[in-house]
């Protein structure tokens, strides 16, 4: 007697979801932005949490430890959408991840990581974002590059003359 189904829809073990009934996998779009900074990261760190500041009008809520901290919330306009961005992490002078809401997908969470290199540092910024399904994603992803790449010029401009 063989007790194994040759139906992998009806397995229980392990394999439970893979079949005709198992979700479809997410697919995520990156953006990575990388900036050689001639300043410590510290100066830079403090750098990319003035620009957000000027650039939205300054906080809405402050964060937890840190005004610009944790949970720290910053709301503003790009491209005719009116969008929020809530501080999930915040190391400083190493580390900021946020949480972008009122764009059109499904997640958007972004990171701006320094690393040190002697006497300068290493800005990256990622993003990591899950589009809407139909290409409902597109317009809005066709601006995040170009946003970031502007943002980052403009925090290796204010670090290097600090």
Not at 8 to 30: F, I, L, M
Not at 34 to 43: L, N, T
Request: glycine residues 8%; negative net charge.
């Amino acid at each position: 007697m063989d007790d194994h189904d040759p139906d992998p829809s009806r397995n229980s073990g392990p394999e439970e979801g893979v079949g005709p009934d198992a979700r479809p996998r997410k697919q995520y779009t990156t953006v990575v932005v990388e900036r050689e900074i001639d300043a410590p990261r510290s100066v830079a760190f403090d750098a990319v949490c003035e620009l957000i500041e000027e650039a939205t009008g300054g906080r809405v809520s402050d964060g937890a430890a840190d005004p610009r901290g944790l949970g720290a919330r910053f709301e503003f306009v790009l491209g005719g959408m009116a969008l929020s961005e809530e501080v999930i992490s915040f190391e400083p002078p190493w580390r900021r991840v946020y949480e972008l809401s009122g764009a059109p997908v499904a997640l958007y969470q972004g990171t701006t990581a320094f690393t040190d290199q002697s006497d300068t540092c290493l800005m990256a910024w990622s993003i990591l974002v899950e589009p809407l399904p139909d290409g409902a994603s597109d317009e809005f992803l066709a601006m995040v590059r170009p946003f970031l790449d502007g943002f980052a010029d403009r925090v290796k401009d204010r670090s290097e003359t600090a």
